[in-house]
């Protein structure tokens, strides 16, 4: 008799083995296709992030240095019909060139700070809005005036720096942008020639420039001269202090493009862009802090999508038919079903039992019964 119970028991042991072999397999299985398929998701939205991350710098940086290209036109424009409209349509030493220079400056004055006209000995000729210079200043020494002696076709555009040439009696610095270029001055029956420099205000730059880096995100741009010399950088005086170092005598190398650099002990995407006629360069740096925090957006959002899947996993796998607990909390296999119950179940219609439930619930017992 004892013989006869270890049988039956023996062989509900061994199914129930098998079954567990079953959906451990499975679990396995889907374990590591999911583990897979997060890991390729988690690497391809990486990559997404870093592409958006350059394009959306590229595209920023381009949009930029069309927005400079204008206002330096605009500026260029300026200077030119200071040129030939004025200095070299009337004698300087006319009424007519007095107000036609005042007017000219008066109609830009929300672009420019001042507008002056000197002799080849740099002896003032006109200035607007102040006539007035300060002592001592010599502007034959000065650069704008010496790079528009050396190249007389061209229009020169400096780099930022405090205007000192005039006493405008509110002892502010107001920092500029030079521009000069070599003119023919009408001065009666005598040719002469002169330097004309226009001031231009360094906001017109700092100001589109401040916007962009504003809502960067921690991605910022600078800008440079193409001798590596800066015009504008959003930490402009943790540079000043040495509390911040920016690589731009190398990076105002490179031609327009992007490209991968390392300074600073961290690498770098680099964007560059050059601004027409100035030979300025527009750059926008992608650092590598800003590709780290978007790693962790990422692995969060991996994390998840991995919690979320197996979570649907789980809920699949605890319905596994054929399985469940009972009062003791173990798992069991239901014993075939009396034929009362498959009468009633054939009256309503249930769903057809799968090849695997036939194979894993059909009990020992039962079968020695058939």
Request: proline share 4%; hydrophobic share 35%; charged share 25%.
């Amino acid at each position: 008799m004892k013989d006869r119970k270890r049988k039956p028991d023996s062989r509900k042991n061994i199914v129930f083995n098998i079954q567990s072999i079953i959906l451990s397999v499975l679990m396995a299985i889907s374990l590591v296709t999911i583990i897979v398929m997060g890991l390729l998701l988690y690497h391809r939205f990486k990559l997404a992030l870093e592409k958006t991350a350059v394009d959306n710098t590229e595209a920023t940086v381009e949009a930029t240095v069309d927005r400079l290209n204008a206002d330096l036109l605009d500026i260029r424009q300026i200077i030119n019909g200071a040129n030939y409209n004025v200095v070299q349509q009337f004698d300087i030493s006319s009424r007519e060139f007095s107000e036609q220079f005042s007017l000219l400056y008066e109609t830009n004055s929300d672009k420019i700070q001042s507008l002056a006209l000197y002799d080849p000995k740099g002896n003032l000729i006109a200035s607007e809005p102040v006539a007035a210079e300060k002592k001592n200043v010599k502007v034959q020494t000065q650069e704008w005036y010496k790079n528009a002696e050396d190249a007389i076709e061209n229009i020169h555009f400096s780099t930022p720096h405090i205007q000192e040439l005039f006493e405008d009696g509110s002892y502010r610095y107001q920092w500029v942008v030079s521009l000069s270029r070599y003119v023919d001055v009408n001065k009666g029956e005598t040719p002469e020639t002169g330097i004309l420099l226009l001031d231009m205000k360094y906001s017109v730059i700092r100001d589109v420039m401040k916007q962009i880096n504003d809502c960067s995100g921690g991605i910022y741009y600078y800008l440079t001269s193409q001798d590596g010399e800066m015009i504008y950088h959003p930490r402009g005086t943790e540079l000043n202090r040495g509390l911040f170092e920016e690589n731009s005598l190398e990076a105002a190398k490179y031609e327009d493009g992007t490209y991968e650099i390392r300074s600073g002990g961290q690498n770098e995407t680099v964007i560059v862009g050059s601004v027409a006629y100035t030979g300025w360069k527009m750059i926008g740096v992608v650092p590598e802090s800003v590709q780290a925090a978007n790693y962790k957006t990422s692995v969060t959002m991996y994390l998840l999508l991995f919690w979320f899947l197996w979570s649907c996993f789980w809920r699949e796998t605890s319905w596994f038919p054929g399985r469940y607990p009972n009062r003791s909390g173990s798992w069991m296999l239901p014993s075939r079903p009396t034929r009362q119950e498959e009468n009633r179940i054939s009256i309503s219609a249930a769903p057809r039992r799968s090849a695997i439930w036939d194979i894993l619930c059909r009990s020992p017992m039962n079968r020695s019964k058939n």
